[in-house]
């Protein structure tokens, strides 16, 4: 990925300031996306400042996605690639002329402190907790062809 991603995210070095390499900023984008860990707690892992890590995931997510959106997100373009999906599910399945399997979930999120109204409103779940709505649509191998996460009952 680092080499994939350099050029997009290689920076001048200055006089001003030492050059953060691209594995470092790569690896800090990855812990967080993986573990929702904190800037102060990457900072410490990472010993760059929250500041400049708060500034490099946004930036490395938009490297991730405009190198490898046309690989990884791809999706059937095709009137015969979208057959060949309906055959998979006919053969593995037994769903006949089926191009996608939908499903939803809940997922529990903590309320932020001090969080008004509006936040109670639409991430209150009735069963008792705060969530968020996933609602995601796979192809008979388990691709997913379309993801969407949102508030409570906008899926």
Not at 3 to 29: C, N, Y
């Amino acid at each position: 990925m680092v080499v994939k991603l350099t050029p997009r995210l290689q920076k001048q070095s200055t006089f001003m300031r030492a050059l953060l390499q691209v594995r470092l900023k790569l690896a800090a984008t990855l812990r967080f996306l993986a573990t929702g860990n904190s800037y102060p707690s990457l900072q410490y892992s990472f010993r760059v400042e929250a500041s400049t890590i708060c500034k490099c995931i946004p930036e490395v997510c938009k490297a991730i996605i405009a190198v490898y959106k046309d690989e990884v997100l791809s999706c059937y373009k095709t009137e015969e690639e979208w057959k060949d999906v309906a055959a998979r599910f006919s053969s593995r399945w037994n769903y006949h002329n089926c191009l996608g399997a939908v499903d939803g979930k809940h997922i529990a999120i903590k309320k932020p402190p001090n969080a008004g109204s509006y936040y109670y409103y639409y991430y209150y779940y009735y069963k008792g907790f705060h969530s968020i709505v996933l609602m995601a649509v796979a192809d008979a191998t388990y691709k997913f062809l379309y993801v969407h996460v949102r508030a409570v009952g906008g899926a």
